[in-house]
């Protein structure tokens, strides 16, 4: 059973560069574009369309671990982890196994496999502890980190990640996410208040999400509890 909590941050990036001819950088730009505004159907129709025309293997795996996080955010983490299992690392350029355990750290916490999850980030934690370039991936990282802090270590350390992550951005779908595990921290803290008001920006401004029948679930089952 998924713990009350869990949740995605996942964040998508462009295919690499190196990997992608110019027709594929300039849709990539736009299908990314897509999800950050909540179109969710049209960027996992982009990026199908970009995975049958992909030129070469590299792309092609590049592409898959992009497509799970359109996937998370629908609340297909069993089909995210298929894909996930499907890709192997070694195929994927360098630049971009970042992405892939990032993506798969994530998926592991929303799917409750705890001890899997700790596996995978005690053998990249690296990955998680280098400052990146790509101020989106070191984000979406930093995402993760809270998000495993939140699970299996450091509440306090998660709420700190959050608050500075949507202060740098707090209005697109990747928002929505930290602001429903502020709710989650806030809730755990009895500050239910203040849980609530997080919890209807996280709705908001993921309204085609399953943020919002998540929220439903939580505040019910406190309404419930109260009023036993």
Do not use: W
């Given at each position: 059973?998924?713990?009350?909590?869990?949740?995605?941050?996942?964040?998508?990036?462009?295919?690499?560069?190196?990997?992608?001819?110019?027709?594929?950088?300039?849709?990539?730009?736009?299908?990314?574009?897509?999800?950050?505004?909540?179109?969710?159907?049209?960027?996992?129709?982009?990026?199908?369309?970009?995975?049958?025309?992909?030129?070469?293997?590299?792309?092609?795996?590049?592409?898959?671990?992009?497509?799970?996080?359109?996937l998370c955010y629908k609340g297909l983490f069993e089909?995210?982890?298929?894909?996930?299992?499907?890709?192997?690392?070694?195929?994927?350029?360098?630049?971009?196994?970042?992405?892939?355990?990032?993506?798969?750290?994530?998926?592991?916490?929303?799917?409750?496999?705890?001890?899997?999850?700790?596996?995978?980030?005690?053998?990249?934690?690296?990955?998680?502890?280098?400052?990146?370039?790509?101020?989106?991936?070191?984000?979406?990282?930093?995402?993760?980190?809270?998000?495993?802090?939140?699970?299996?270590?450091?509440?306090?350390?998660?709420?700190?990640?959050?608050?500075?992550?949507?202060?740098?951005?707090?209005?697109?779908?990747?928002?929505?996410?930290?602001?429903?595990?502020?709710?989650?921290?806030?809730?755990?803290?009895?500050?239910?208040?203040?849980?609530?008001?997080?919890?209807?920006?996280?709705?908001?401004?993921?309204?085609?999400?399953?943020?919002?029948?998540?929220?439903?679930?939580?505040?019910?089952?406190?309404?419930?509890?109260?009023?036993?």
């Amino acid at each position: 059973m998924l713990s009350l909590g869990v949740f995605i941050a996942l964040s998508v990036f462009l295919a690499l560069i190196v990997l992608n001819p110019l027709r594929f950088r300039t849709r990539s730009v736009h299908t990314v574009k897509k999800l950050r505004k909540g179109d969710i159907e049209g960027f996992l129709k982009d990026i199908d369309e970009d995975i049958r025309e992909s030129p070469n293997e590299k792309l092609t795996n590049a592409l898959l671990v992009n497509k799970t996080a359109g996937l998370c955010y629908k609340g297909l983490f069993e089909e995210a982890m298929i894909i996930l299992e499907t890709v192997e690392p070694a195929t994927l350029h360098a630049s971009f196994k970042p992405v892939y355990y990032n993506n798969l750290t994530v998926v592991l916490l929303e799917l409750g496999r705890f001890e899997d999850a700790r596996k995978v980030f005690a053998e990249n934690s690296g990955l998680f502890e280098t400052a990146t370039k790509n101020k989106d991936l070191n984000n979406a990282m930093r995402g993760t980190l809270a998000i495993y802090e939140y699970h299996l270590g450091d509440i306090e350390l998660a709420e700190k990640i959050f608050k500075e992550l949507t202060a740098e951005n707090s209005d697109d779908i990747r928002a929505s996410v930290r602001y429903f595990y502020l709710g989650c921290i806030h809730m755990k803290k009895g500050l239910n208040r203040q849980a609530e008001e997080f919890f209807a920006k996280a709705a908001q401004l993921g309204a085609d999400t399953y943020i919002p029948s998540r929220v439903d679930e939580i505040l019910k089952s406190y309404s419930e509890n109260e009023s036993q």
